[in-house]
């Protein structure tokens, strides 16, 4: 069901490049497809600065800012304002290369994933055969970027905050890889693209995400955690604690470069959200068969903006776990539990069509989480909340 | 010069320079890095010779480099451990002062 | 042809980088460009998996290794006697003859170089199709050999019981 709004970006692009000469067009063509996504994607981010300090705001109990245009809504503006007028102070002993480049590394190869994300029908940038692969290895690359940020300022914080930072994210990287085989073992190919044709089929109205099923739900849930700590977002966000390490890795640095920080970090946010919907909450596809009138491309930007507003719930409910607390959930109880999904996936194919699948691979993975939980919980002790009130 | 014989002589630059850092400095781990750029080069040699060869369908070459890289990435683990333990007793890492079983 | 020359002078120049700086944190951020410099030559030769695996791998894991490494042994900035062994002389002629020999066998064989031009269309499905096929014990004896590597590093770098830390 292709009609032209769910298609109009795409025409628009055909209809500018038919004005030019033949051996221009790709260039072209390219250059209009990155200067969209440089334009929608910053965009984005002021969106959600924005609604994140309004809804921490009002989960606190306070109104977030309102001084700036109605509501608050020019916020993102003054704070890009105020960024890019700040005198840019870098310490005396820090070394000048890397402390440039770490902020423009981290941008960089944070919008290289935004290349294989399907944002609509016929709109992937690249659409590549191993295209999980390629967003992966640019995610890689971005904790090589944290660590010079930490390293080239020459600060005991900034290298405690980076290195903790970076074992973070190599902590959680293998958890997040493996929710995503689950995804490639359902559907037996690495390009997004196909992922997200696998999910746009419907039975009775209902749509076939992956998400519905028993191991792409905690595969899900699991790719939700670590996707979380891959973006050092709060529950694990102690690397940028603001009450422990003063900023941590980006401590030393003040004005543009900081917002670069900020921007690349919000960035990757967008980033694994879209790839958490494409991979489990299909892409750009409709909930229900009717509503495929809708263009595809709202769809897609809907399902980030859940993810992001669910990522500011978290932020605002949670307390910060420790480093050791984070470390041990990942390697104890995060990995075991995704080698557990990826066994019960490959049972899912090995038993045929029916209802008993989902009965025993339910049941398979409902009780390793309970009794997981239990043991884990053994030794510590936990008892009824006692509160004390100041005298 | 086809190309083939571009991309192979830029492996042998290649090695030759890691196998330069591996004998030249002191630091245990710079040597270490030579070894991985030794072991970098001769990958850039198999998928060259896998692209330019008789059967690129077999997929030999693009295997061997595979597994190649995962088998570097393990040795490098446990080398850094090592030198780590190294450190840990003698407190240093050059490699000019841990001589003793010289002699 | 441009393209080419410019990922493999940038590959060079992280190699060169890499064995020649003072500072030991900056060899290791120029190793990682070598190994980014490698990875697009091998994209640049069509092996697709390869060039994504090794970004991951060598990048994304052995480069954070090797500056977690530097950063556990760190004792003084520099030496004093400088960042080259009293032998480096004898190093630098052997890589040189190293390199002399390699490319003299690579010149003066062109003639009996495979000449094959068409580019192999390979997808990741008959990848996975070799792997599980025709080279599963390979990947079976990687999986026990990174075990195995696994708990020794961990052995080897474990602190020992009641040694002063």
Redesign the interface.
């Known amino acids: 069901m292709t009609n032209t709004l769910d298609q109009i970006f795409v025409l628009l692009k055909h209809w500018i490049i038919g004005f030019l000469p033949v051996w221009l067009q790709p260039i072209v063509a390219a250059l209009l497809s990155v200067v969209a996504i440089l334009a929608v994607f910053p965009g984005l981010f002021a969106i959600s600065v924005l609604l994140e300090r309004k809804g921490l705001g009002r989960m606190q109990n306070r109104i977030g800012p309102n001084r700036v245009g109605p509501l608050g809504v020019l916020q993102p503006v003054a704070d890009g304002i105020k960024a890019l007028i700040k005198e840019d102070v870098i310490p005396y002993s820090a070394d000048h290369v890397v402390h440039f480049l770490a902020p423009v590394m981290l941008v960089v190869v944070v919008f290289m994933g935004y290349a294989v994300l399907p944002m609509g029908r016929n709109m992937t940038f690249v659409p590549m055969d191993a295209g999980l692969l390629f967003y992966f290895a640019m995610g890689a690359s971005a904790e090589l970027t944290v660590f010079m940020a930490g390293w080239s300022s020459r600060n005991k914080y900034s290298l405690l905050g980076a290195m903790r930072a970076v074992a973070q994210m190599i902590s959680y990287e293998v958890p997040l890889l493996m929710s995503s085989v689950v995804i490639v073992m359902m559907t037996g190919s690495l390009s997004l693209d196909k992922i997200v044709e696998v999910q746009n089929q419907y039975t009775w109205g209902l749509p076939h995400w992956f998400v519905f099923t028993p191991m792409g739900f905690a595969a899900f849930v699991m790719f939700a955690i670590a996707a979380t700590a891959e973006t050092n977002r709060s529950p694990f966000d102690l690397p940028e604690g603001e009450s422990e390490l003063v900023a941590g890795y980006f401590t030393e640095y003040s004005g543009f470069k900081f917002a670069e920080f900020f921007l690349g970090e919000y960035v990757a946010m967008l980033s694994i959200s879209g790839l958490g919907a494409t991979l489990f909450l299909g892409g750009w596809s409709a909930p229900l068969a009717i509503l495929n009138v809708v263009p595809s491309w709202f769809w897609f930007f809907a399902k980030i903006m859940t993810w992001i507003c669910f990522y500011i719930w978290m932020r605002g409910t949670f307390p910060r776990l420790r480093q050791d607390q984070l470390m041990n959930f990942a390697w104890k109880f995060v990995l075991p539990m995704t080698l557990l999904n990826l066994l019960v996936a490959g049972l899912w194919r090995f038993m045929g069509e029916g209802f008993l699948r989902w009965v025993v691979c339910s049941a398979i993975l409902l009780s390793a989480y309970i009794i997981g939980g239990r043991i884990g919980m053994r030794s510590k002790k936990f008892g009824p909340r006692s509160y004390r009130y100041a005298e | ?10 492996a ?16 245990a ?2 040597v ?3 070894i ?2 030794m072991l ?1 080069a001769a ?2 040699n198999l ?8 059967n ?2 077999a ?1 030999t070459g ?2 061997f ?3 190649s ?10 080398g ?6 190294i ?1 840990r007793h003698l ?6 002062e841990i001589s003793r079983m010289k002699g | 042809m441009v393209i080419f020359a410019i990922l493999a002078a940038l590959t060079v120049a992280g190699g060169l980088a890499a064995v020649m700086l003072r500072n030991t944190v900056h060899c290791a951020l120029a190793v990682a460009v070598a190994f980014a410099g490698l990875a697009l030559l091998f994209l640049r030769l069509n092996a697709q998996f390869a060039g994504f695996a090794q970004i991951l791998v060598y990048v994304g894991a052995v480069a954070i290794l090797v500056v977690f490494a530097i950063l556990l042994t760190r004792n003084s900035e520099t030496p004093a006697t400088g960042v080259f062994s009293k032998t480096w002389l004898a190093g630098l002629v052997i890589a040189a003859a190293v390199f002399a020999v390699l490319a003299w066998a690579v010149i003066k064989s062109q003639a009996a170089l495979p000449q094959e031009q068409t580019e192999p269309q390979i997808s990741v499905a008959q990848i996975g199709n070799a792997l599980m096929g025709r080279y599963v014990l390979p990947l079976e004896i990687v999986a026990v050999l990174l075990t195995a590597a696994m708990i020794g590093a961990v052995i080897v770098a474990m602190h020992e019981k009641g040694s002063a830390k």
């Open positions: 010069m086809s190309p083939l014989s571009c991309y192979l002589l830029v042998a630059l290649v090695f030759a320079i890691g196998l330069a850092g591996a004998l030249t400095r002191r630091n781990i710079l270490l890095i030579g991985e750029l970098n990958n850039l998928i060259a010779f896998w692209r330019y060869g008789p690129p369908a997929l693009l295997m480099a595979v597994f890289i995962a088998v570097a990435a393990a040795e490098a683990a446990v850094l451990g090592l030198v780590i333990s450190y407190r240093t890492t050059d490699l000019d």
